[in-house]
């Protein structure tokens, strides 16, 4: 049952491309961007189309309209509008046909293919076991969920969740139509037409050849293969919406129209919108058609088609908290609600502690992230040696070519900008195509000269990687497939892989659903099902340490929250600690139940596992509080 539930779901992921795909060519032709560009014009199409379903729904959810009625409603209207251009999907499949048979005339290029396949194939069912990434059960499937069905509301004790973006709009269309299995595989979806763009970049500024060998090197990365099908996080949307920037622009500078340029700005937005971070993409893309075009009008405009289309979540946080950028402004933009605590925390995640921004720091920093695994906050890695050993010959794909100039500025930027702020390697995930196919247009060229030295490197260094990838993504999948394919049980592959769910489903099986919220001290609460709310002061920003620093100001803010229950596993997080412990000794905080679970230590990739004693303590009733003069410690904008 659980493989015919993975097909099914992928199948309705399908049918979502498709749909991409026919309605976002009609919509290119009312914009006059139609053209015989093959699989380009159609990652054009699907990627507009996003961009609009994007904002669509997301506007739908500020105001509680994203339900199930109104999203069938939706596509079914899209359905209508495609037309004619229900046409594209058979044309797209026939034209991969025919490439396909021309590329199998060449024995390496049929074994390029058939890995390319089987990577696919493996990527789409390790999309379809149950969510365990971290960071997606923190936040970026955690709020989706809290928010389906429902007008959206800020929480502010789930500080993340205010980075959701256009992004997650898609993981709750995923949720709103009945599973968050159909989100995962928009992800999955997104990074095979990340693939499709790479593929057209590469064979644009290099050879057919080569962009079959770029796209499964892309796949085998570490870095990609996790993206794409078990991290449950979004971020391969900026990689899709980057690649279309660049190729957008280029058509912009060969056929000098402003649509092109327009579309690229529209782009652009659509990466910004995703991460707060990615604003350097339409900065680049405003500079890149500047420098193309000499024409401030034309660039304003770019700009201003960015800014259209990757606004909305900053306004939507403007709303809420009167920082656009909320918490990274609140110092100045809303200092009577700031915590210092919850900020200085955030920033001291993001920032690793091996952060230099001297000049030496900056220039060593895309030398040592790829080399060493815990430089940089780790996973830098990840994305492998092989952008780094081919950096050299970039000289040799440095063209007067539009579109290599435009993706060697994006690229340029991105990596620029990374460097001056955070220094994490895994927000170069929107620029990773670029590299790719720059360091492989390179490679082409380099080969082309006859220097057998470098043809021995560059061959050598290829196999090495693609031999590493092969084996590292199926080590990777033994943990995920057995799921996804009914060999193992949903409950069981959870309890063994998902942070914090042996302490989540006994908070499951012990608490009533139906009286009062429980506040926990758990990063990972994607799979409570009870009303909760987050007391980690690293993670909520109604935890403020100046504000709740006694017993009394505790018990008030539990009981105006209408939190009945608090869990606490092993200990209280510090600095609240010592007002929670007094309020055990005083009663008013009293245990009803108690276990010891296993739970990880460091990294899950390590399976480092140790047990804690998880214990629901019951906060005990007091005077009903006056909600009109009561005076919490944060008050919603």
């Not at 506040?519 to 909520?540: A, C, H, I, N, Q």
């Amino acid at each position: 049952m659980a493989l015919i539930a993975s097909i099914s779901l992928l199948l309705m992921v399908f049918m979502l491309g498709c749909l991409a795909l026919a309605c976002g060519t009609r919509m290119l032709g009312w914009l006059g961007l139609s053209g015989e560009m093959g699989l380009e014009e159609e990652l054009y199409a699907a990627g507009f189309f996003f961009v609009v379903l994007e904002v669509l729904l997301f506007i739908l959810s500020l105001f509680g309209w994203l339900r199930p009625i109104v999203v069938w409603i939706v596509l079914a209207g899209a359905a209508l509008i495609a037309g004619k251009a229900w046409r594209q999907p058979l044309r797209l499949a026939a034209a991969l046909v025919r490439r396909l048979r021309r590329a199998i005339r060449s024995p390496l290029i049929l074994a390029i293919a058939i890995l390319i396949i089987g990577c696919t194939l493996l990527d789409a069912f390790l999309a379809m076991a149950p969510l365990t990434g971290s960071d997606a059960m923190l936040y970026h499937f955690t709020a989706p969920m809290l928010e389906v069905g429902k007008r959206w509301e800020p929480l502010y004790w789930l500080t993340f969740s205010f980075y959701t973006g256009l992004g997650h709009i898609l993981i709750q269309l995923g949720m709103t139509l009945g599973s968050d299995r159909i989100s995962t595989g928009l992800i999955y979806l997104a990074g095979l037409m990340t693939a499709g763009g790479l593929f057209v970049l590469t064979r644009r500024i290099a050879s057919e050849g080569w962009a079959w060998l770029a796209v499964l090197t892309f796949l085998l990365t570490p870095m990609v293969y996790w993206q794409i099908g078990t991290s449950g996080c979004p971020d391969i949307w900026m990689a899709f919406y980057t690649t279309l920037v660049v190729l957008a622009a280029a058509r912009g500078m060969e056929r000098g129209g402003q649509n092109w340029w327009c579309l690229a700005g529209i782009f652009a937005g659509a990466v910004a919108g995703v991460k707060y971070t990615a604003w350097s993409v339409p900065a680049a893309l405003v500079l890149c058609c500047f420098v193309a075009t000499r024409s401030l009008r034309r660039s304003v405009a770019c700009g201003v088609c960015s800014l259209v289309a990757g606004i909305l979540p900053l306004v939507r946080n403007a709303w809420w908290s009167n920082d656009p950028c909320f918490p990274f402004l609140s110092r100045w933009l809303n200092p009577q609600q700031f915590n210092s605590y919850t900020l200085d925390t955030v920033l001291a995640n993001l920032q690793p502690t091996d952060t230099d921004r001297t000049p030496l720091g900056l220039l060593k920093y895309p030398f040592v992230f790829p080399l060493q695994w815990n430089a940089y906050g780790g996973f830098g890695h990840s994305w492998g040696p092989l952008v780094l050993a081919f950096a050299p010959l970039l000289v040799f794909s440095v063209r007067r070519k539009p579109l290599s100039m435009a993706a060697i500025l994006v690229w340029a930027v991105v990596l620029l900008t990374n460097e001056l702020t955070a220094q994490q390697p895994r927000y170069l995930l929107a620029a990773f195509p670029l590299a790719l196919a720059l360091v492989f247009a390179g490679a082409a060229e380099a080969l082309q000269r006859g220097w057998r030295l470098v043809r021995v490197a560059v061959i050598v260094s290829l196999l090495s990687f693609l031999t590493f990838g092969v084996c590292s993504e199926a080590l990777y999948a033994r943990d995920f497939l057995p799921v996804a394919v009914g060999m193992e049980k949903r409950e069981v592959f959870l309890q063994r892989m998902a942070p914090d769910y042996p302490a989540v489903a006994f908070i499951n099986r012990s608490l009533d659903r139906g009286e009062g919220r429980v506040m926990v001290f758990l990063r990972y609460t994607y799979y409570l099902r009870v009303p909760f709310e987050m007391g980690d002061p690293s993670v909520s920003w109604l935890m403020n340490p100046d504000k709740l620093a006694e017993p009394s100001l505790m018990l008030r803010f539990l009981r105006q929250e209408n939190l009945r229950w608090i869990v606490k596993v092993a200990d209280y997080p510090q600095p609240f600690a010592p007002t929670l412990q007094m309020l055990e000794r005083e009663g008013k905080l009293r245990p009803v139940a108690s276990t010891d679970v296993p739970i990880f230590t460091g990294f899950r990739l390590y399976r480092q596992k140790g047990r804690a004693k998880v214990v629901i303590l019951e906060v005990q009733p007091g005077p009903a509080l006056d909600q009109a003069n009561a005076s919490g410690p944060f008050k919603t904008p």
